[in-house]
Nanobody
Framework: QVQLVESGGGLVQAGDSLRLSCAAS????????MGWFRQAPGKEREFVAT???????DYADSVKGRFTISRDNAKNTVYLQMNSLKPEDTAVYYC????????????????WGQGTQVTVSS
């Protein structure tokens, strides 16, 4: 079992930056591929970024060049650095963990955090 707790969300203005954190507890963190997803009101949950156990990353086209996913295995934490935020980035952001290959497919993930709200005003 893995428990995931996100933090770092908030209300910011367009163009600002935020760093989300996701702290993991339970099983060995380094074994897991990690992902960030988001869900805006009235919309489906969508892929944001993923990071494999060996450092491979992938991003949604909408965030490429603005967001960076990283992990610190010593701290059992995955981060999402979000720069040049836009109003359309407003959503609840979730981190997720899975064993095996990293994926952009939400149902492939076994463990989810409770989410953290990010609101970007124009």
């Amino acid at each position: 079992q893995v428990q995931l707790v996100e933090s770092g969300g908030g209300l910011v203005q367009a163009g600002d930056s935020l760093r989300l954190s996701c702290a993991a507890s339970g099983r060995t963190f380094s074994r897991f591929a990690m992902g960030w997803f988001r869900q805006a009101p009235g919309k489906e949950r969508e892929f944001v970024a993923t990071l494999s156990q060996n450092g491979y990353t992938d991003y949604a086209d909408s965030v490429k060049g603005r967001f960076t996913i990283s992990r610190d295995n010593a701290k059992n934490t995955v981060y999402l650095q979000m720069n040049s935020l836009k109003p359309e980035d407003t959503a609840v952001y979730y981190c997720a963990a899975k064993e095996g290959l990293s994926s952009a497919y939400a149902p492939a993930y076994d463990y989810w955090g409770q989410g953290t709200q990010v609101t970007v005003s124009s």
